[in-house]
């Protein structure tokens, strides 16, 4: 017990409060036809969190989450202003801006140095699970532990900020949120602001992908918002099952991943552990395979 | 004599080059309008424009002699059935009571009393039995007559409709025209995008025919004449005839 509370349980909390936003947020994406947007957001986020940490000469958290939620405020505006002045197609504009952002971004990371500072391509492919230990445990009563839970890896906290900020946004705004994905034209003719809800959400979504970022990779983040609520999309009928159901999948998957990373290969007879976070993204992806196979099953009948 | 239901003054709006409308004048009368005119011709145009929904290049947009921000709790709009996905994970009741969102606080759950009204309001258009059916397992004229059970439910003393009898069963039309009459006989008035040439005489007060600009306005005796409707449908300079409706 106190191994898994050492070396799994920050990896498993981590993982999880990482499925579950991105899951919960994820169906906002899908069902405003919108999915592009979460990979653009995540990849737009680099020039601020690059110039978060070059003012700060921190890596710590909350600069690289201003740094990123100032980018992606930046990136949103950028892609209504291009969709306007252009006249393009949303998904062409969204493309335009978010290479242009990550490119700005990659630029920044050598003129500022950063690159030498800490940025290892795995890292930002797969993220860290594996390096995310609690070794303060010493057992259960560990968990009411101040001084011990002072030791779990400092993402946790910003992980946990940002998903319960995510909950009680979604919660709160139930029913502005359902009218903006269902009927944007009908919001704006009851007056409702829809730009600027547009942004509030991008920002979430934006926060959704540094958070999780760190713990389990920047590819991977892009399929935590796209697959739970793309697998729910082809599950269910209700918009409460499609949103809850969403983040409790997301949840599921990574608990899953990191749960399975060790005994799966061991149980198959394969010598070599697997990454979390790669499993995680497999699972993902076979999640949508399975409903998919359902919903065929189900329209056939 | 109250200020009319709406009054516009040299509307113009344009899609990038292309002048969709130009230098509409217009005032409504009280009762039942249909807005005609062939494919491109800015009817749509022009409502998402008076609402505000399309940015507009030139001219003015009064409801009952307010601007737009004031008279919108005074409006209801309908958009086309074409324009929202229908597969979205929604019941007809969860639609129709997306009306009610101005009237209560926007967070939180929605009142008991907001989700009764939403429901009146499918029982006033022939649809209660089915309020908790996903939205996408509606017969298309089923769905015409959710959009129009939620431009009901916003109590609204304007409507502006696009096409709510674009490809509908009977039972719908006829729904949709009883609806229609009552609102006016309760002192509403109604816009409404149309295209079938057939119901206007039978049903309508007044018609707006339009080709990019005003062709022809008043009520039916007098503005819906052979040549206002050839000069409207007769073709329009530089415009294919079969270009989608904006």
């Given at each position: 017990m106190t191994d898994f509370l050492r070396l799994d349980f920050a990896a498993l909390l981590a993982a999880m409060l990482a499925g579950g936003t991105c899951g919960l947020l994820g169906s906002f994406l899908v069902l405003r036809r919108e999915s592009l947007l979460g990979d653009a957001l995540s990849h737009a986020v680099l020039p601020g969190i690059v110039v978060g940490f070059a003012l700060t000469g921190l890596r710590s958290a909350w600069p690289m989450l201003l740094g990123a939620l100032g980018a992606a405020l930046l990136a949103t505006l950028a892609i209504t202003w291009v969709r306007r002045a252009a006249r393009m197609e949303a998904g062409a504009a969204t493309g335009l801006v978010f290479t242009g952002f990550f490119a700005l971004g990659l630029v920044l990371l050598e003129v500022t140095g950063a690159r030498n500072a800490d940025l290892d391509i795995d890292c930002v492919l797969f993220g860290q699970l594996e390096t995310l230990v609690w070794l303060e445990a010493a057992g259960l009563a560990s968990l009411l532990d101040p001084a011990a839970l002072a030791g779990l890896p400092r993402q946790l906290g910003l992980l946990a900020g940002v998903a319960l900020a995510a909950c009680l946004f979604v919660a709160a705004f139930w029913r502005p949120l359902k009218l903006l994905c269902f009927d944007p034209d009908f919001a704006r003719s009851l007056g409702l602001r829809v730009g600027r809800w547009e942004i509030l959400l991008n920002l979430m979504i934006a926060a959704a992908a540094v958070a999780a970022f760190e713990a389990v990779g920047s590819i991977l983040v892009i399929a935590l918002l796209v697959c739970p609520a793309a697998a729910l999309r082809l599950m269910?009928?209700?918009?409460?099952?499609?949103?809850?159901?969403?983040?409790?999948?997301?949840?599921?998957?990574?608990?899953?991943?990191?749960?399975?990373?060790?005994?799966?290969p061991a149980a198959l007879g394969l010598d070599f552990a697997l990454s979390a976070a790669g499993l995680i993204g497999t699972l993902a992806g076979l999640t949508v395979a399975v409903a998919l196979q359902r919903r065929r099953r189900f329209q056939a009948l | 004599m109250s200020a009319p239901p709406v009054e516009i003054q040299g509307l113009t709006v344009r899609y990038g080059e292309r002048a969709a409308l130009t230098g509409v004048s217009w005032t409504a009368a009280p009762g039942l309008t249909a807005i005609l005119g062939p494919n491109g011709a800015g009817k749509s145009t022009l409502l998402k424009a008076a609402l505000g929904l399309i940015p507009t290049a030139e001219g003015q947009v009064r409801f009952f002699g307010l601007p737009l921000e004031q008279a919108r709790p005074r409006l209801a709009y309908l958009p086309q059935r074409a324009s929202v996905d229908w597969d979205f994970p929604a019941s007809a009741l969860d639609v129709v009571a997306m009306a009610r969102?101005?009237?209560?606080?926007?967070?939180?759950?929605?009142?008991?009393?907001?989700?009764?009204?939403?429901?009146?309001?499918?029982?006033?258009?022939?649809?209660?039995?089915?309020?908790?059916?996903?939205?996408?397992?509606?017969?298309?004229?089923?769905?015409?007559?959710?959009?129009?059970?939620?431009?009901?439910?916003?109590?609204?003393d304007l409507f502006l409709m696009d096409e709510p009898l674009a490809a509908v069963d009977v039972v719908t039309e006829q729904t949709i025209l009883a609806v229609l009459h009552g609102l006016v006989r309760a002192g509403k008035s109604v816009l409404m995008v149309h295209h079938d040439l057939s119901l206007v005489q039978a049903h309508f007060d007044q018609v707006l025919i339009l080709a990019g600009r005003v062709v022809a306005a008043g009520t039916v005796e007098e503005a819906f004449t052979e040549p206002a409707i050839a000069r409207a449908f007769g073709g329009l300079p530089g415009r294919a005839p079969t270009e989608a409706a904006a």
């Open positions: 269910t009928d209700r918009y409460n099952v499609q949103v809850w159901g969403g983040a409790a999948l997301g949840a599921g998957l990574g608990a899953a991943g990191v749960l399975l990373a060790g005994p799966l | 969102l101005p009237r209560t606080r926007w967070f939180g759950r929605l009142p008991r009393a907001e989700r009764e009204a939403a429901r009146d309001a499918l029982g006033a258009v022939g649809m209660a039995d089915f309020a908790d059916r996903q939205i996408g397992r509606l017969s298309g004229g089923q769905q015409q007559r959710v959009f129009l059970a939620r431009a009901l439910a916003q109590e609204a």
